[in-house]
């Protein structure tokens, strides 16, 4: 996976805690399949982006829910809850926003945002 750096300075303002939802934000009408391999794809961009805009260790478990939206152009919006381990080995839950064109390369998608979960 090619991480370019224009997806890490997306990530460079500070985090927000959230609290994690068993519902997507208004607008995610599609449930994605979290066993699929595309959809572990775009929870490891995710917490990959994310640790290299902040200089962490994290390293991507699994992601429980996804759900996805079109975003135009062929393009959709990800929304995704995923655990994630630090340095140490400590679990923690994070939800995430991804944009992309499914099928094109990792340097055209964007990781809107990744906060940690309450």
Known sequence: MVVTLAAVTALLVAPAVVAATA????GYTTAEDVSSDF???VGKFAVTVYKLARGVSLYYVST????SKPAGGGADD????LTATNGAGAAGSYVATIWG???SE?????????NATS
């Open 101 to 103: 064109i499914p099928g």
């Open 39 to 41: 959809i572990k794809q």
């Open 64 to 67: 429980s829910q996804c759900w």
């Open 78 to 81: 990800y929304w995704m809850v």
């Open 23 to 26: 519902t997507p934000p208004a």
């Open 106 to 114: 990792s340097k055209t998608w964007k990781l809107l945002s990744f």
